[in-house]
């Protein structure tokens, strides 16, 4: 017996990252992140130039060597980040470099012994580079370094003097700026992973159908789009199948529509449970359905289209209200050479209404 069939899509997982909201939120958090790094690189080269300045008109010129030469390497850090282009090692090898000077201009003192107002910049940056959980884990080992330096009776390498008062002041502010601005970040990040679920839901509401948790014609369309662009470049082929559930205003009429919706729901269950993982089923519209099978031919299609059929029709039974349950299904395959999704389509659709014509509850696919 021959059935017609409609794609039938589920709500599925053929989007792209390119279309995806939530893959291109984690884009712009990279992005962020990166653009962090370079603003923190500007921000040590001026610094640490303006420093070795200073130390040359003071004429500590091995001070000024040092600090140029500091400087020489944080402008090829900066080049190199721009060249390379965005990648997840940036934050870590920006981090290593400023913490390497931070350190160095601790145990020296810098200029006039403000090497630990570099402290002032890290805060924020590290928050900023790494988030507010690793970002605050990476300062407590800052402070708890910086105070074991500071604090430690003639640490060895520690050349700079600083009285007790500095000391005491620097790590107490260090550790309220370091507390501040995490929570701050903790605020940003809690309303960031509001949104992180808000897109999710509302994308998931925009390409699935409420009453049969299908995919909807719109992700249908997008799903069949997606094979297409694949298939140009692996030839592979695909099936589509659009069903019509038969009678199906006169089940409405007869017996509500809130009978109605549940013969639905139950069809489109055992659409659901009797393909694939990579099938795609999908409402069409109304009582219809569409299924679309990758790597699959039209013999294929319509062996399955059978099967579909004979376990709608089995539906029937199931019901205490004394009804009849069954479905006409149209089968189309892919043609490269020729066809369009659209003359695809409107071929599985025609062969479903001369399914239709050919007394109901059939497959044609051909």
């Not at 640490?48 to 091995?62: H, K, P, Q, R, Y």
């Not at 402008?75 to 990648?87: E, F």
């Not at 993982?277 to 699959?296: C, H, K, M, Q, S």
Request: net charge neutral; charged share 20%; proline share 3%.
């Amino acid at each position: 017996m021959e059935t017609t069939a409609k794609p039938s899509i589920r709500s599925h997982q053929h989007s792209t990252d390119f279309g995806d909201p939530i893959a291109q939120v984690m884009g712009l958090e990279l992005r962020r992140r990166i653009q962090a790094s370079g603003y923190m690189l500007i921000f040590a080269l001026a610094i640490t130039g303006a420093m070795g300045v200073i130390a040359l008109m003071a004429a500590d010129l091995f001070l000024a060597g040092t600090l140029f030469a500091v400087t020489a390497v944080i402008l090829g850090a900066y080049i190199g980040v721009n060249i390379a282009g965005p990648s997840r090692k940036t934050p870590l090898l920006v981090g290593a470099l400023l913490l390497v000077l931070y350190f160095y201009l601790l145990l020296s003192g810098g200029v006039n012994n403000t090497g630990l107002m570099w402290a002032v910049m890290l805060v924020p940056g590290f928050i900023n580079l790494y988030g507010y959980k690793w970002g605050t884990v990476t300062l407590a080992f800052v402070g708890g370094a910086t105070a074991l330096i500071l604090f430690y009776p003639e640490f060895p390498g520690l050349l700079a003097q600083y009285d007790t008062g500095h000391r005491a002041r620097f790590i107490a502010v260090f550790g309220a700026l370091t507390a501040l601005t995490a929570i701050l970040d903790s605020s940003r990040h809690q309303t960031q992973q509001m949104l992180h679920k808000l897109t999710a839901e509302l994308e998931n509401h925009a390409c699935t159908d409420a009453l049969t948790g299908l995919a909807n014609r719109r992700e249908a369309y997008k799903a069949i789009s997606d094979l297409e662009r694949r298939n140009a470049d692996l030839a592979g082929r695909y099936t589509v199948l659009i069903g019509d559930l038969d009678s199906f205003k006169a089940i409405n009429d007869t017996f509500g529509h809130s009978f109605g919706d549940r013969v639905l729901q139950d069809v489109a269950r055992i659409l659901r449970e009797n393909t694939r993982a990579d099938d795609v089923v999908a409402r069409w519209g109304g009582e219809e359905f569409l299924i679309l099978l990758p790597n699959t031919d039209v013999a294929g299609g319509s062996i399955l289209a059978e099967k579909l059929r004979e376990k709608v029709e089995a539906l029937s039974a199931t019901y205490a209200e004394p009804v009849t349950i069954s479905i006409s299904f149209g089968v189309a395959q892919d043609n490269p050479a020729a066809a369009t999704q659209g003359q695809m389509l409107a071929e599985a659709d025609s062969r479903m209404y001369r399914a239709k014509k050919g007394g109901r509850n059939q497959v044609v696919s051909d």
